[in-house]
């Protein structure tokens, strides 16, 4: 639930109040909203591209912790100021470069629409061919109909 309908407004909201400049946020609390958004970013992947049970588990279990990860880094974000080792935290936090994590989480999110299509592309293949063995089918039902239906219009004429 966090995921699909709070993370997004509250990261808009954020993006708006950075954008127009209504709440000036240090370094710090940039880096650690950018940290806090890549996770959240990953746990927007597709699960569906997978089709093994043993991933999937994997995948839910990554998902579950990346949202911990992100919900973690926006309150630290909110509240790491009054923390004891605030500045041991400001250091590592202020050394990790943000724009490689947007770029790795962009690319993330392009592998995944890219496994998700051919995932897509696969089921719909698969779908049409069961269509094709269905219209198969009914064609020689319909064929099979139509001889016995002659065969009895004959033997009604011949009685």
């Known amino acids: 639930m966090f995921r699909d309908k709070v993370a997004p ?6 993006g708006v109040l950075l954008g127009l400049k209504l709440y000036d946020f240090n370094e710090f609390q940039l880096n650690v909203f950018n940290i806090g958004a890549f996770f ?9 591209s997978s089709s093994s049970p ?6 839910k ?29 400001l250091r590592f ?16 999110t ?23 063995r269905f219209r198969e089918k009914y064609l020689a039902e319909r064929e099979l109909r139509i001889k016995f239906q002659e065969e009895l219009n004959k033997f009604k004429k011949n009685n």
């Open 110 to 132: 392009l592998w995944s629409f890219k496994l998700s299509d051919e995932r897509q592309n696969i089921l719909v293949d698969k779908k049409e061919e069961e269509n094709f």
């Open 40 to 48: 959240l970013t990953l746990t927007g992947l597709n699960l569906g």
């Open 9 to 14: 407004w509250l990261l808009f909201v954020l």
């Open 93 to 108: 936090v202020n050394n990790i470069n943000t724009n490689a994590l947007l770029l790795i989480g962009i690319a993330v």
């Open 61 to 89: 279990f990554i998902k579950k912790v990346n949202i911990s990860i992100g919900i973690f880094m926006i309150i630290l974000a909110a509240f790491a100021s009054g923390f004891k080792y605030y500045d041991i935290l």
């Open 54 to 59: 043993k991933n999937n588990f994997i995948l």
